[in-house]
């Protein structure tokens, strides 16, 4: 079996949320609830979404376990992995994005990778780098006061750089708007300045699906 899409999910209602998104695109999807075992019999499906529940645990633990389900993703054939992450970044500065970000991209040898949480339908999206929930900036919303992971930065370019071993660059909207090609220019220069991640401007629900985001 060769899949389209492998997907990795930071919790389980993202996941269902991401694997509603891509029946409704027409792709064939199954969600699993932790990593299978390596003789689960999937059907004939275009996706996989993987749910973990690696959020808010120990940064490492959620490394190992995003590595494993990467591995038996790309066991089953995904050319193509994304990892799911919230729509509002939920996140420390420890992480958890970053640091399973960086080890995913190091895994899957990619020069640059694009990174947005937006989900334009429910109200969050990403302009000139900054998270917005309906017509606030992340820090203005009641997320600032979320008792895990307090946001109180909406400039994801610095939240995720705090995180990360890499530079972190943006890909700007006037960029998106002029198409995949002008995204993946960009990631090109990016990638050409040591940049390995870039946040990725959508205030459109097609917008996020220009390139094929990463996270």
């Not at 699993?32 to 940064?59: H, M, Q």
């Not at 995003?66 to 790309?74: F, I, T």
């Not at 089953?76 to 996140?91: E, P, Y």
Request: hydrophobic share 40%; with cysteine.
């Amino acid at each position: 079996m060769t899949l389209a899409l492998g997907c990795i999910a930071d919790d389980y209602t993202g996941a269902s949320d991401l694997a509603n998104t891509l029946t409704r695109a027409g792709l064939r999807t199954v969600q699993t609830i932790g990593i299978p075992t390596d003789d689960l019999a999937l059907p004939e499906v275009d996706a996989v979404v993987v749910s973990l529940k690696s959020r808010s645990i120990e940064a490492g633990l959620a490394v190992s376990r995003s590595r494993a389900a990467d591995k038996w993703l790309r066991g089953r054939g995904a050319g193509h992995v994304l990892f799911k992450i919230c729509s509002t970044f939920d996140s420390t500065d420890a992480g958890n994005i970053g640091p399973v970000m960086d080890a995913l991209r190091a895994d899957s040898g990619e020069g640059a990778v694009l990174v947005t949480p937006a989900f334009p339908e429910t109200g969050r999206t990403v302009y000139q780098g900054n998270l917005f929930v309906g017509s606030v900036p992340l820090n203005e919303s009641p997320l600032k006061d979320h008792p895990l992971n307090p946001m109180h930065d909406s400039n994801l370019v610095r939240v995720l750089a705090r995180q990360s071993r890499t530079q972190i660059g943006l890909v700007d909207l006037a960029t998106v708007t002029r198409g995949a090609d002008a995204i993946r220019a960009r990631l090109g220069e990016l990638a050409a300045k040591g940049v390995g991640a870039a946040i990725v401007d959508a205030v459109f629900d097609r917008q996020p699906m220009s390139a094929g985001d990463e996270a």
